[in-house]
């Protein structure tokens, strides 16, 4: 599986942006995508996940009311709306799929294939 991310830039605080993770090769229903971030000399942290039929999603607390996830299985395609942006969520955001045994729980690490990674800045 090939992950490639998409739809970061430079933005103002209080924008918005739309990422988008368009993925090629073998998917599976069970696949879970996420999205996780890593700030500069931050660890990487979860942002986001969603299962295939999208019938679940979680969400870091930070993001919650702001970003939302949801995907197009038709278009093999996972997206990252994010609304009311804040300088900390200044990152490089990377998607990612998780497939069965899920483990302790069914969004939390670790995934399986990672994307390159697409950055967002958000300034003050």
């Known amino acids: 599986v090939q992950l490639q991310a998409s739809g970061g830039g430079l933005v103002q605080a209080g924008d918005s942006l739309r990422l988008s993770c368009a993925t090629s090769?073998?998917?599976?229903?069970?696949?879970?995508m996420g999205w996780f971030r890593q700030a500069p000399g931050k660890e990487r942290e979860f942002v986001a996940a969603i299962t295939w039929s999208s019938s679940l999603t979680y969400y870091l607390d930070s993001v919650k009311g702001r970003f939302t996830i949801s995907r197009d299985n038709a278009k093999n395609t996972v997206y990252l709306q994010m609304n009311s942006l804040k300088p900390e969520d200044t990152a490089v955001y990377y998607c990612?799929?998780?497939?069965?045994?899920?483990?302790?729980?069914?969004?939390?690490?670790?995934?399986?294939?990672w994307g390159q990674g697409t950055l967002v800045t958000v300034s003050s």
């Open positions: 990612a799929v998780k497939r069965p045994p899920y483990g302790y729980s069914w969004y939390g690490g670790p995934y399986d294939y």
């Open positions: 090769g073998r998917t599976f229903s069970t696949d879970v």
